[in-house]
């Protein structure tokens, strides 16, 4: 028998009184509310320092021991591949299955992994469930370890696609890409590195990441400090000791300091609080951390699965995210947690007899009551009250990174381990000794910047270190200037045979390798259609750009939600105007799956609808 829903009686909505809820949804509101206001500033992301200049090394390879030698290289080839991340080695292994195979993947690094590849500090570990984040596991017959796979096995499975696939014998590695430039006769770009090399090729993927340079936070002092530095995603084991998986051997007699407390700080710090003499958080704005609920593989029930699985198994997981009814949850984490208890409020009820503005009270109190059971668990672990407080996030899932970790929040009983909570401020500067907030000097040995990637897209091929210079001259960083500019979140005007991968005004869902795959698929598809057409050069009509445009910008109910949001680069630190501006930048409106089917709708018609062909 199903339970009583107490929102409904006799059919219609009745919110539950504030003794029932346990809470005041208006309070937790004017609460959030506070919270966001007193995180405001006006500075947006010009607020963070950019790796320029001599601060350049924060940005540096240290994974590389030794240089490849090689000649510079003159080739004409039909699709290059930029980054050899898992949306370029997606591309890579879709063009191979539809039987394209003069191709190269071109990367700055030294092996295929691109997130994995760079971000190697201890603990780093995937939040999406391994069976659907890791890439091809029905291709390559890879069963997991773990149902969340940490970073050594992720990337050691990027390197298993590399060679499943022939992909090495295809790639340039340690090879930047300084610029692009359409050859209008030839039909052709012309792809110049930082090997001298000069590669001609009738179309270009641009797959380089869009969380891959690292920033810093913009405060006085930074040159100052005269201990040793270095951020997350380059981790400096030499001083640390220790790897991936932690034993940071090195640090017993090191004062250290981190600086930020986002996903990636809250998995090292378990590391980092084990291992140094002192550590100090320094905190802004904490992070929601709820429990990892991590296991190891079954291997009888990944035997049984039926080839296939992966991809059922992620439609489920996307179909859940954007509210589409599926018998079972497949994935049943975290994730899906939030999306079914919205459904399960709304019993059987349907959205469609409630007002909008019932629906946003609903999904509001959804999330207060997740948010209370995550802070409940500080309570429950924490044994200093005055921290136990601070480590309390106000604000609603979906604003920032939710993380899980079950270690993190017990590394504050640490006695070695403090936190030092800003207020929302911020650290105010650097000293030669350490750190300084509200006029407090804390000296440490090293700091360690958690303080994350450049996200502003109006910088895209500024990210990507490279210009790209379209059919009449223009640069894509100037086209983009005000913000992306795309048709099918994949092509732009101006700039023929030119494809993105990833968060460009794609459809969302939080399984980031679902998309490039879905991308790469249909991409794969596309390009195997143009050559057997003998096309040689498409691009989008400034009409179906705009149009597109228009669609993917329109507000949805995501713009309400984000402007409530305290600052994060979700909402361009505070200072979006609507959720355009923010990460983003747009989506397509109805969500992951829409967004492929209308895709797969489009290239079945066979008209390039919406595409100057010749
Ligand atoms: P984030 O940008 O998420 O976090 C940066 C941190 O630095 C924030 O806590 C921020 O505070 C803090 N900060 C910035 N400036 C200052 C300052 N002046 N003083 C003190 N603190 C400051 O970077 P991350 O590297 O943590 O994560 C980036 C993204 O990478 C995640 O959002 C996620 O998408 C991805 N990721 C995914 C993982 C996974 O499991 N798949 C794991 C790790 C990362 P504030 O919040 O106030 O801005």
Redesign the pocket.
């Known amino acids: 028998m199903n339970k009583p829903n107490p929102f409904f009686s006799d059919g219609k909505l009745r919110i539950p009184t504030a003794e029932e809820l346990g809470f005041d949804p208006s309070e937790m509101r004017a609460r959030y509310d506070y919270e966001r206001d007193r995180?405001l500033r006006g500075d947006g992301y010009t607020q963070y320092q950019n790796i320029d200049g001599d601060l350049e090394r924060y940005n540096e390879d240290p994974h590389i021991t030794s240089k490849i030698d090689r000649a510079p290289v003159t080739e004409d080839i039909d699709i290059a591949v930029l980054g050899g991340g898992f949306g370029g080695m997606l591309m890579a292994a879709r063009l191979q299955e539809a039987g394209i195979t003069n191709f190269r993947i071109i990367e700055r690094a030294g092996d295929f992994g691109g997130t994995w590849y760079w971000n190697r500090y201890p603990g780093?570990?995937?939040?999406?469930e391994s069976y659907i984040y890791l890439p091809l596991l029905d291709e390559t017959g890879y069963m997991p370890k773990l149902k969340y796979s940490f970073q050594p096995e992720i990337y050691e499975h990027a390197q298993r696609i590399g060679h499943h696939f022939d992909l090495y014998s295809r790639s340039y590695f340690q090879t930047q890409v300084r610029e692009l430039r359409w050859d209008d006769a030839a039909a052709r770009w012309i792809v110049t590195t930082d090997r001298e090399d000069c590669i001609r090729a009738r179309h270009v993927v641009i797959s380089s990441g869009s969380?891959n340079r690292p920033k810093l936070?913009g405060?006085p002092g930074i040159r100052d400090f005269k201990g040793h530095t270095f951020h997350?995603s380059r981790w400096d084991y030499d001083y640390t000791g220790g790897s991936a998986v932690g034993n940071l051997d090195k640090l017993g007699d090191k004062r250290v300091a981190i600086?930020?407390?986002?996903?990636?700080?809250i998995?090292s710090i378990p590391h980092l609080g084990a291992a140094a003499k002192q550590l100090y958080v320094?905190?802004?704005?904490p992070?929601s951390v709820d429990e990892r609920r991590n296991r190891a593989t079954d291997p009888d029930w990944y035997k049984s699965l039926q080839p296939g699985w992966q991809q059922d198994r992620n439609d489920n997981f996307t179909k859940l995210l954007v509210g589409v009814a599926v018998e079972e949850d497949l994935v049943n984490d975290g994730w899906t947690e939030l999306f079914k208890s919205l459904g399960e409020l709304m019993d059987g009820t349907g959205s469609s007899n409630l007002t909008v503005a019932e629906l946003k009270l609903l999904g509001e109190i959804v999330d207060y009551q997740h948010d209370n059971r995550v802070r409940a668990r500080i309570d429950d672990t924490v044994k200093d009250k005055a921290t136990a407080e601070a480590l309390k996030h106000w604000y609603r899932p979906w604003c920032?990174?939710p993380c899980f970790n079950d270690d993190y929040l017990p590394t504050f009983n640490r006695p070695g381990v403090k936190l030092v909570d800003?207020g929302g401020k911020?650290?105010d500067r650097l000293t030669e000794k350490g750190v300084m907030v509200d006029g407090v000097e804390y000296e440490v040995d090293c700091i360690i910047f958690?303080?994350?990637?450049e996200v502003s897209r109006a910088t895209y091929t500024r990210q990507a270190a490279m210009e790209v210079i379209g059919r009449n001259g223009e640069t894509l960083g100037n086209y983009w200037a005000k913000g992306m500019r795309t048709y099918h979140g994949l092509m732009s005007h101006g700039f023929p045979n030119l494809y993105h991968m990833g968060f460009t005004q794609t459809g969302y869902t939080p399984n980031f390798t679902y998309q490039l795959d879905k991308q790469a698929q249909h991409l794969a598809k596309y390009f195997n259609d143009v050559q057997q057409r003998g096309l040689k050069a498409l691009e989008p009509t400034l009409k179906a750009e705009e149009d597109y445009l228009a669609l993917v910008l329109a507000p949805t109910a995501m713009t309400d939600y984000l402007a409530s949001c305290t600052?994060?680069?979700y909402n361009a630190e505070g200072s979006a105007k609507s959720e355009n501006d923010g990460f983003l930048q747009g989506h397509y409106p109805e969500g992951g799956l829409k967004f492929y089917e209308m895709l797969a709708e489009w290239r079945a018609k066979g008209d390039y609808a919406g595409l100057t062909v010749r």
């Open positions: 995180r780093a570990q995937c939040d999406v969380l936070p405060i997350t600086i930020g407390t986002g996903a990636t700080a998995q320094f905190q802004r704005t992070s920032k990174r800003t911020g650290v958690a303080t994350g990637f600052p994060g680069y």
